[in-house]
């Protein structure tokens, strides 16, 4: 276990340390004097390799550069947005995971009567259905004809602010929170349909055990060991749904400010924000490792 | 779509009576009927693959066959017609621009079909290769090839995207370049698992004692019997690129003006979403959601079908079926 874990630490460095070269070797790429821009004047005819250690360098050190667009400095952004997109994305996850998980127990349980084809549809619809279409046609139907909920996102300056702001916040997060139980319950279907097929379930019901006890202390529990798994690797999918959802929503998150980066050809904010996002994805991909060993005990005991 | 229906009827040219001289009429109708009649009966044994090759049939005809019977201008503005909702002479209504919405739906359908078959077939193809590399050859290769996968993979693709478009504005083609170099990846990952089994079967070593060399190995034997699992991730892909052209679009960073895909039909729609022009976003969403739908229920017919030939018609196809859509997602090692 610990070996093992050792080697994923070491895989996840590796990873971490491509994702910058990417991210650098992307700068370089940009024409116009992105890199000068990045790194101050004179730096424009360094060797790769020593312009790389120099900004990685200054990266370690938390300088992730500076926006001359807004006149501030990539970290300060990040300090503004990052809140914004945590509220956003951790919300839509827990009610996607709340929603997800009895869903596709349900589907797997009742495999092929007309429970699991509605469901199976409906997943099938909402996995299918862009973020931006689910949510414009939410804003239209919620927002505009009937004025339930606000058709932007919350705008206040504190993170108080926006987490209390519920008649703006509801529908951003109900986009999100819909992307994502498709993505889940599907996965959720088929992880207990495989959990079904064990002998360990059979087993459990020639002991006696009742329904109940097999769905909660047998097929549950083991379905459960791949989804935190899938919730770590899908970090990347849900990030990316969340800067779709910020852009049509106005919410100032860090995909919003991606996307009028990008729009702006601001090389030092996209620069700095992608390096976040894939160093925390690298992370996130780890912990899932992390947790699936802590709850798989063949991987728990493993020897090597 | 094409060739889905043309599979099994070249199957059947070959497979057909060995006769001397041209074969009579009688024959080549009983070759006939008989090619349809396998057809229809793979269509009743996988009803969801069917009906999404059907439904896709159905719109590449409206996309690019519709225009031939329904003539719209796409190029003008009209302003006097500009937002009416649907009516007589205009079915779906009009869009800000004046042009009506059932034409620019079989225009805008047009550019996200062709871009999303050329850039999802580009990445199933390019993902293959590089998972079929690493999983044959393994060890040290194997160990760079994945990690690499393992980073890019980390960047979402959408972000990844809005980073390479700031930087080009590339063209339609460039487009598909894009889109195809951020979607193999997991691809990558699925044919590597495939190979990584495949390489040690009695047939692939055989051939390595023979003499085969990697290239050899890997074209003759690894991406033929990884063939059934590549055909499901292509729906997968096509489905994904789709996806992807339209939330540049909707984020305007798709195709460049005076081309329009879907997404950009949403976007320009989500600027007046308060009048309340229902039907500008109900349209060209509806499009995309059918069209990902029927995508997917191919694909997982597709799956279904495959893993019954593995494992036989019975309870282990709905095991095999699990255990394959489990890797198709990003998977651990």
Known sequence: ????????????????????????????????????????????????????????????????????????????????????????????????????????????????????????????????????????????FLAVDHHVFGAEGPQAPGIVGVITDVRDLTLPVLTLSLVTIAIFARYMRSSALDSLAQEYVEAARARGAGPRRVLGAHVLRNSLVPVVTLLGLSLPQIIGGALVVESLFNIQGMGWQIWQAAVNRDFPVTLGFTLVIGVAAAVGSLLADVGYAALDPRVRHAQS | MSQEQAAPGSRGRHAGPVTVGPPSMAAQRAALAGRVRSLLAACRAYPLAAAGALILIAIAAFCFGGPLVYHTDQVHVFLSQANLSPRAGHPLGTDGDGSDELGRLMVGGRVSLEVGAAAGVLAAVLGSMWGAVAGYFGGLVDAAMMRIVDAAIAIPAVVLLLLLISIYRPSTAMLVLVIAGTSWLSTARLVRAEALTLRMREYVQASRVMGSGGLRVILRHI???????????????????????????????????????????????????????????????????????????????????????????????????????????????
């Not at chain 1, 007309?114 to 973020?131: E, K, Q, S």
């Not at chain 2, 320009?268 to 022009?277: E, F, N, P, R, S």
């Not at chain 2, 079908?305 to 255990?323: L, M």
Request: glycine letters at 10%; proline letters at 4%; charged letters at 10%.
């Open chain 2, 223 to 333: 991406a033929p019997n990884a063939m059934s699992t590549i055909a499901v991730n292509v729906t997968f892909q096509v489905g994904n690129a789709i996806l992807i052209l339209a939330t540049l679009g909707f984020l305007n960073l798709g195709v460049v003006f005076p081309s329009v895909d879907w997404g950009d039909m949403i976007s320009a729609a989500v600027q007046t979403i308060y009048d309340g022009y229902w039907w500008q976003i109900l349209c060209p969403g509806v499009a995309i959601v059918v069209v990902i739908v029927a995508l997917t229920m191919l694909g997982d017919g597709l799956r279904d079908a495959s893993s019954a030939e593995d494992a036989g018609n019975g309870p282990d196809a709905v095991a095999v079926s699990v255990a394959r859509a489990a890797q198709a997602l990003p998977g651990r090692r």
């Open chain 1, 1 to 140: 276990m610990t070996a093992y874990l050792a080697r994923r630490a070491l895989q996840a460095v590796v990873v971490v340390l491509l994702v910058t070269i990417i991210v650098f070797g992307l700068i370089r790429l940009a024409p116009g004097g992105a890199s000068a821009s990045l790194l101050g004047p004179g730096s424009a005819h360094q060797e790769f390799l020593a312009e790389y250690l120099t900004w990685l360098g200054r990266v370690l050190h938390g300088n992730l550069g500076r926006s001359d667009r807004l006149n501030e400095t990539v970290g300060a952004l990040l300090a503004t947005s990052l809140p914004r997109t945590l509220v956003l994305t951790g919300f839509s996850t827990a009610i996607a995971l709340a929603v997800a998980i009895p869903v596709g127990l349900v589907q797997a349980v009742r495999r092929n009567t007309a429970v699991d084809h509605v469901l199976r549809a409906l997943t099938f619809i909402c996995y299918g259905m862009p973020a931006f279409v689910l949510g414009s046609l939410l804003i239209l």
